[in-house]
């Protein structure tokens, strides 16, 4: 919507551009392909007025291969009337990306910088709210001086900035709505404010464990040169020059402190505009943090590129996971179910699965419980139990862990698993789920009240740890992944973690970049890089028991306990294959039958033998018909194309090839 000169209340609104309800929905999609001039009265946001901004460098004329600006979007209004004695100006802006610009805003030449303190953000106004661990809200609101506009045409711009060493790239900002009101009380008082925040970011500094302080000064005037900032902490004193230059806004200090006990006196003293200013208040230091990076890359059985490519693609990740340990013996890496280990140990030799089975035994690579990710809803129980098989054989021959499951992607759970796994000897479960379909799980914030237990419906529990997505370095820190992502995302990140019962100074990154595909060898090299600049939060690779286990032993017995689940409503996908979806169905209560009758002639006729080979191959059929895949990522957009049509082909055949092989045992 936008509005000129509407009544608002107790003051009146001068133009609103979109809606404060942080969607950029009502925005137009992709980049624009000239300069944005929207014009107020005559633009159409839904043209003319684009959602996602992307980032414009601040460099100097100096750097050589500096990133080309992009210039700023202009809003163009105007007043038919002499203005008013104060505005204001409001702007609310999603995050959306793995970074967070600040906001330059410019009013009739007149500029200013704006700093964001984003808050995470679970309303689903924008659906990267359902993937990104660091999806957030800002607000930028602010009171200017009537005399910066005039009668007629007015213009402001708006752009987003980072400084050119920190560029993440494809970073920006997206819109939510932007709004001006003619503040009729005139409040231009307190021109001048000042704020100190401690951050998650701490160095070692010799002997010294030091935090950054930041320390944001605001003001409605132009700077003076020579103006400062004095901060004490504890009794020290420290001081920084302001850079001025522009009209109003803010200014960003950081101020290395060292490590200082909570509640502890903190003063502020600034000198802008020629006012001194003080103030006085009691900090507390946060969190010495350490961030168990759980590297993994999720599996579809199809769903990205056919069956058998897929199963290249995951055979190769765990050559080249293995090659990564090697040259970095501290990472660590987590297949996503026993299926990419069944086809590593099918199509390599000897000395290669060897390899492999030796880097398992040694806790570098790790196998969770499932064969893969089912959707838990549609198998019988009897499956679900007979999807644990190939891993626990797997450790019984060599003496690999069986302690954990995990399911990715899909976001529902049916109730008899926490059952299942508890009475198979398995306690942890980890979910990274896409959350778009999956509110029940989003709005209860389950990924914020993990750990808890989840007690089955026979009182048996596992421990559970939800994660809001299954690529979470890819989305905090970009791939290849940048140090400078990560010093923006992560304070967001950790804004889950903060609530006082959350009692560890630990918590899990899990996954590291998206389904079926190359390991990016950078992610090995993430840790020791960042480590080497920071203190904390500290980052260690790690599989996903010893993580869960050490955020345990931090709670005590203070980790609560869920019952239940959200319903299977995510299975939907079966519907579109309900023939075959039957046939499995029914092949599911054949099975068993099957068994039992091959295992009773074995008892009837000693001479004979139960057909164990075949049996496995019909579970294993039965359990690939259930993995949560449904068809190509193309099936709905193109639903006869070849990719559709034989990935399709391929997922029917599991369910008829158990049918044949129940028919041939019984």
Do not use: C
């Not at 350490?290 to 890359?297: A, K, S």
């Not at 769903?303 to 199963?311: E, G, I, L, T």
């Not at 995990?406 to 398995?426: M, Q, R």
């Not at 032993?553 to 239940?564: A, E, L, M």
Request: proline share 6%; aromatic share 10%; net charge negative.
């Amino acid at each position: 919507m936008t509005t000129a000169e509407a009544q608002g209340g107790p003051t009146k609104t001068v133009f609103r551009i979109g809606t404060f309800d942080r969607s950029s929905a009502e925005f137009a999609g992709g980049s624009p392909k000239q300069p944005v001039d929207f014009i107020v009265g005559q633009s159409n946001p839904a043209k003319d007025w684009y959602a996602a901004q992307p980032l414009n460098t601040v460099s100097t004329p100096t750097e050589e291969n500096a990133p080309q600006p992009t210039g700023p979007w202009s809003i163009h209004f105007s007043l038919d009337h002499a203005p008013a004695a104060a505005y204001q100006l409001h702007i609310a802006v999603l995050i959306e990306t793995a970074s967070v610009p600040a906001l330059r805003v410019a009013i009739n030449g007149k500029q200013g910088t704006f700093y964001l303190q984003p808050k995470l953000d679970y309303s689903s106004g924008d659906q990267g709210d359902s993937f990104d661990p660091a999806y957030s809200h800002a607000d930028v609101t602010f009171i200017f001086p009537g005399r910066y506009l005039h009668s007629g045409t007015n213009a402001i711009t708006l752009q987003a900035i980072e400084e050119a060493d920190r560029v993440v790239p494809d970073a920006g900002l997206t819109y939510d709505a932007i709004e001006l009101d003619r503040d009729a009380e005139g409040l231009l008082s307190g021109a001048s404010s000042a704020q100190i925040f401690p951050t998650i970011f701490y160095q070692q500094q010799q002997a010294q464990l030091e935090e950054t302080v930041d320390v944001i000064v605001s003001d409605r005037e132009r700077v003076k040169p020579g103006s400062s900032v004095e901060l004490t902490v504890a009794g020290k004193h420290y001081r920084q020059a302001l850079h001025g230059g522009q009209d109003f806004g803010e200014e960003k200090l950081a101020f290395s402190i060292p490590e200082f006990p909570v509640h502890t006196e903190a003063q502020l003293r600034w000198n802008v505009a020629g006012h001194a200013q003080h103030k006085e208040e009691f900090i507390d230091p946060q969190k010495k943090w350490t961030l168990y990076l759980v590297p993994h890359i999720h599996i579809d059985v199809g769903y990205s590129d056919y069956q058998a490519k897929v199963a290249v693609i995951q055979s190769r990740a765990i050559d080249e996971a293995m090659g990564l340990t090697a040259q970095h013996p501290d990472f660590r890496f987590s297949l996503d179910g026993a299926w990419p280990l069944e086809q590593f140990m099918k199509t390599r030799t000897p000395a290669e699965r060897q390899r492999l089975i030796t880097a398992i035994q040694k806790q570098q690579l790790f196998v969770p419980a499932q064969y893969a990710s089912l959707l838990t809803g549609f198998p019988t129980a009897e499956t679900l139990i007979r999807s644990l098989y190939t891993s626990a054989n797997f450790s019984r021959v060599h003496g690999t862990p069986f302690n954990y499951a995990n399911i990715t992607d899909v976001p529902s759970f049916t109730w008899s698993y926490a059952s299942i796994l508890a009475s198979s000897g398995i306690h942890e479960l980890l979910s990274g789920s896409d959350n778009y379909r999956g509110p029940v799980l989003l709005q209860g914030r389950l990924n914020e009240n993990s750990p808890f237990w989840w007690e089955g419906p026979d009182g048996q529990k596992v421990l559970f740890w939800y994660s809001r997505i299954y690529q979470q370095m890819q989305a905090l820190f970009g791939l290849p992944p940048l140090l400078s992502a990560g010093h923006d995302t992560l304070p967001l990140f950790l804004q889950m973690y903060e609530r006082p019962s959350y009692r560890a100074n630990a918590t899990i990154l899990f996954g590291t970049q998206v389904e079926n595909t190359d390991l990016f060898p950078q992610q090995a090299e993430l840790a020791q890089k960042w480590n080497s600049v920071y203190a904390y939060p500290h980052l260690q690779y790690s599989g996903f028991h010893e993580a869960l286990q050490n955020i345990a032993q931090q709670f005590g017995d203070n980790i609560p306990t869920i019952r239940g689940d959200g319903g299977p409503y995510w299975e939907d996908g079966i519907a579109s294959d309900a023939r075959y979806a039957a046939m499995e169905r029914a092949n599911e209560s054949r099975g068993p039958s099957a068994e039992k009758l091959s295992t009773l002639t074995s008892l009837v006729n000693p001479k004979l033998a139960a057909d164990k080979v075949d049996l496995d191959k019909m579970w294993i059929n039965m359990v690939l018909m259930d993995e949560h895949t449904w068809d190509s990522y193309n099936s709905i957009s193109d639903p006869t194309s070849t990719e559709a049509v034989r990935q399709l082909a391929v997922k029917d055949l599991y369910a008829t090839n158990a049918q044949d092989l129940s028919r041939f045992v019984m």
